[in-house]
């Protein structure tokens, strides 16, 4: 079943939704391969850390908000509501938000990082 929100565009409604099934087969992908069912966040800190690109295993807890920041940015970008920047002297990712684009309410958002989330990992697998 494919879940909807509208996101008002230029005056015209544009359609953005995700199939449940493919969601459902990320989730399961994830717990195959970790053990555990994950929640949104949890996607999206493995994005970030994919996304960091470093090995490393232990995080700081701000370090760690900062994985899950990088995780939404990196997601989405696809959408043009961020854009990569460069990475700074450590080696972290830095996006810039893209103003032009419309507000999201948070269920859109969610939906939205679901959308992306299943395109990032077919593109990855």
């Not at 409604?13 to 969601?23: D, F, G, I």
Request: with cysteine; charged share 25%.
């Amino acid at each position: 079943m494919a879940h909807s929100v509208y996101l008002r565009v230029e005056n015209t409604n544009a359609t953005l939704a995700y199939s449940e099934s493919e969601w459902q087969d990320v989730l399961n992908f994830i717990e195959k391969r970790f053990g555990k069912k994950p929640d949104l966040q949890t996607i999206i800190f493995l994005v970030g850390h994919r996304e960091l690109g470093k090995h490393q295993v232990k995080f700081s807890k701000e370090q760690k908000q900062d994985l899950i920041h990088v995780g939404v940015c990196a997601l989405l970008s696809r959408a043009n509501y961020y854009t990569f920047l460069d990475f700074d002297e450590d080696g972290w990712p830095h996006y810039e938000y893209n103003r032009a684009m419309p507000k999201l309410e948070h269920q859109q958002q969610e939906v939205l990082l679901k959308k992306m989330i299943i395109e990032y990992f077919k593109q990855i697998n």
